[in-house]
C-alpha cells in the first residue's frame, strides 16, 4: 500500500516563491525515483523536476532551471520542490509521482497559481 499526498502553498505574485511538499507513506523500501509534473489548462502534462532516491541524481525541465529546486528527505520519505522566481507561465496543477519498481503513484494535484 502507497500514498503520495503533497502540500503546500497555492499562490504568489510574480517573482516570489512556493514550496511544495509530498510524502510517500507505505511499503517504500522499492522506491527508486520522486517528481513534480505540471499541467495547465488545455496543455500536455511535463515534468517538472525529478530526483532519484538513492542518489539524489535530479533532472529539470529547461525551463525552470535555475530557479527550481527538487531535493528529499529520505528519513521522512519527502520531496520538496522550492520555486523561486516564479512567472505567470508557471501556473498549472502540480502533481508528485513516486515510482516503485514499474509502478508509478501520484498525488491528488494541487493548483499553483502566480499573478503578475
Known amino acids: 500500500q502507497v500514498h503520495v499526498v503533497e502540500s503546500g502553498g497555492r499562490s504568489a505574485q510574480a517573482g516570489g516563491s512556493l514550496r511544495l511538499s509530498c510524502t510517500a507513506a507505505g511499503r517504500t523500501f522499492n522506491l527508486v525515483s520522486m517528481g513534480w509534473f505540471r499541467q495547465a489548462p488545455g496543455k500536455e502534462r511535463e515534468s517538472v523536476a525529478t530526483i532519484l532516491w538513492r542518489t539524489r541524481a535530479t533532472d529539470y525541465l529547461d525551463s525552470v532551471k535555475g530557479r527550481f529546486t527538487i531535493s528529499r528527505d529520505n528519513t521522512r520519505n519527502t520531496v520538496f520542490l522550492q520555486m523561486n522566481s516564479l512567472k505567470p507561465e508557471d501556473t498549472a496543477v502540480y502533481y508528485c509521482?513516486?515510482?516503485?519498481?514499474?509502478?508509478?503513484?501520484w498525488s491528488q494535484g494541487t493548483q499553483v497559481t502566480v499573478s503578475s
Open positions: 509521482s513516486g515510482v516503485y519498481g514499474g509502478d508509478t503513484y
